[in-house]
């Protein structure tokens, strides 16, 4: 019984969740960021690394000429779960974005693992943007730093850099102390590289159209019936060359999907900001929905014309685009795309660096990791420590790992990010809970011109009573009807939980089904997937929380639903290598937790 009691509070402690009110109430980080700056920041971190660095290694390794497909997928996905991220970063205004929404929802332990995953993954997104950076740079020059230092000091290769690319170390030590100086700095200079970069991506595409009427890729009748040369009759790249349009087949494509997710997680940067926006409610929602469009615009019509100008197999990783023009003869096209794509990379790598400081600055104002990381300067606003460190970590990575390593890792971490804060969705929105409590009574106060300090007990309480009428239950309809009867034990049920774990093992079984190939399994996998639609329905005879006032995800729980079997899907195509190097980082962070974090967490004080 001792031992069982341990267990207990021992999964009670790492289940606990957050209170968020004095976060709430915390005003250390600067209020400075308006709707142009978010969304600028938020277009700028997303059409940068996806296009001039994964591009090339999307095209050549998994999709070929489908990798537009790939982008088109992925901003499916992608926009599903900024419609989550956006209703949780205007109902919750505070740095950590999906680090917060899962500690209020879900719990410490799942806070921490997410936490930790989306801070590695944009440390490597800083890290590989740089070397690519570098690269581009590199490609001007002739390649002399490459092969002077291949020579002058090689590394084994692999995994490990075939060089230690000292010139992108240097790039990321500048990007560190840009973003150390301020975010409002910071983010007026990520707008002017977005704007260059959306200058050079439409040049990108008019060169196209112009290659295509120079060498008559026309349909003479659409010219003469619509007046347009713009419709192309010959598609040899993506018809008749080697594996033709899905050259790795169409798992290839998702596979290529599933990597340039992180090409779409500028929602991610914007919501690690909105502590430090004026206007969160209005701006961010907003701000997700153009930086998606445009940057799918972007990503779609690009791809298709260097895929199209270039067989998939002669495509370059480092440099794509000007290569591919260096080859039809263009070299002067070349350095305008390659200004185009230092721009565009500076953006990226900024806008990477900005969020990871802000999860170790959430993460140590919580007690979960060091307290020296929340401490933020006075005269910047920014959490400067946790900047330099950041700085330092990134400095080692693009010393030590290569390109490719560093690209294959970069999708993992967001995926598992945009599940959990769609499930949160939608067991907060089915749920009551503590900072729907915590919102609904505070407006409720202020709406009746009451001080909220003042509030007495009782006057919380019927509050509180009178919200957990209106969230969690069972719909009157169905209640007052007769067959109201045989639903009375749902009145101290959880809904928001059964299509999550449901599909979870779902996913489970599959994985393992893919191993071993046993029929047994193909029946387990069948049935929670089942499952997990049957209480999709059912959930939907329960009362969601009317009270939320910012914005809210439309059609819940189908579109947080459709976003997590999307992002599992997209997991599993992710190579078996990425999962690997996961673990090794779970496993310090796991050290880091139960060594640390565990014993010095606020929450775990809050509640003894």
Wanted: hydrophobic content about 50%; overall charge positive; aromatic content about 16%.
């Amino acid at each position: 019984k001792m031992a069982a009691g341990g267990l207990s509070k021992f999964v009670s402690n790492i289940l606990r969740k957050k209170d968020l009110t004095t976060d709430m109430m915390r005003k250390d980080l600067t209020k400075c960021l308006g709707f142009s700056d978010i969304t600028f920041l938020s277009i700028g971190s997303m059409v940068g690394a996806g296009l001039y660095v994964l591009t090339g290694t999307v095209a050549l390794k998994f999709a070929g000429g489908s990798i537009v497909l790939s982008y088109l997928f992925a901003a499916i996905a992608s926009a599903l779960s900024a419609f989550c991220y956006a209703e949780f970063a205007a109902r919750i205004p505070v740095t950590g974005s999906a680090y917060q929404f899962t500690y209020i929802s879900v719990g410490e332990f799942w806070a921490f693992v997410i936490g930790w995953n989306v801070a590695l993954e944009h440390a490597v997104s800083v890290s590989a943007v740089a070397k690519s950076w570098s690269g581009y740079f590199d490609s001007l020059l002739g390649h002399k730093m490459r092969d002077y230092l291949l020579i002058h000091a090689p590394m084994p290769g692999g995994i490990v850099a075939k060089y230690p690319d000292f010139f992108a170390a240097g790039i990321v030590l500048i990007v560190t102390i840009i973003v150390a100086t301020g975010v409002k700095f910071t983010s007026r200079l990520t707008s002017t590289f977005a704007a260059l970069n959306l200058v050079i991506v439409v040049f990108i595409f008019c060169k196209y159209v112009y290659f295509c009427i120079a060498n008559n890729y026309m349909c003479s009748y659409l010219y003469n019936v619509l007046g347009t040369g713009l419709y192309l009759s010959k598609w040899a790249n993506w018809t008749t060359v080697r594996g033709g349009f899905f050259p790795h087949g169409f798992s290839g494509t998702i596979s290529g999907a599933a990597t340039l997710i992180f090409s779409y997680t500028g929602y991610e940067v914007v919501a690690s900001v909105t502590e430090e926006t004026i206007n969160p409610n209005r701006d961010v929602p907003l701000a997700l929905l153009i930086s998606i469009s445009v940057a799918a615009v972007a990503y779609i019509s690009a791809s298709a014309s260097l895929t199209l100008m270039v067989p998939w197999y002669d495509i370059s990783i480092t440099a794509p685009f000007p290569t591919a023009y260096a080859q039809r003869g263009w070299v002067w096209a070349k350095y305008v795309v390659s200004l185009g794509a230092l721009a565009a990379m500076s953006t990226t790598v900024i806008a990477a660096m900005i969020v990871v400081p802000r999860y170790f600055y959430a993460m140590s104002n919580d007690g979960l990791i060091m307290p020296w990381f929340k401490r933020v300067n006075e005269k910047t606003g920014t959490p400067v420590i946790s900047t330099v460190v950041t700085g330092i970590f990134c400095m080692i990575m693009t010393l030590v790992f290569s390109l490719h390593s560093l690209v294959e890792f970069i999708s993992i971490g967001q995926l598992l990010a945009c599940t959990f804060v769609a499930f949160c969705v939608i067991k907060l929105r089915y749920e009551p809970n503590q900072i729907a409590n915590d919102s609904y009574t505070a407006e409720t106060v202020l709406d009746k011109s009451m001080d909220a300090e003042s509030a007495s007990e009782s006057q919380e309480e019927l509050l509180l009573e009178d919200y957990e009428h209106h969230c969690g239950v069972i719909k009157d309809s169905i209640m007052t009807s007769p067959f109201g009867k045989y639903f009375a034990w749902t009145l101290n049920f959880k809904p928001g939980v059964l299509p999550f774990y449901s599909l979870m093992l779902a996913t489970f079984f599959g994985a393992i089904f893919k191993k071993l190939k046993e029929a047994w399994f193909v029946c387990l996998v069948v049935i929670f997937i089942l499952l997990s639609k049957f209480f999709l329905l059912f959930i939907c005879m329960f009362k969601q929380d009317e009270t939320i006032k910012t914005y809210k995800v439309p059609f819940v729980p189908f579109v947080p639903f459709t976003s997590i079997i999307i992002n599992i899907i997209l997991m599993f195509k992710l190579q078996h290598l990425t999962w690997i190097r996961l673990a090794i980082w779970m496993s310090i962070g796991l050290v880091i937790y139960f060594g640390y974090g565990y014993r010095h967490s606020k929450s775990r004080k809050q509640t003894d």
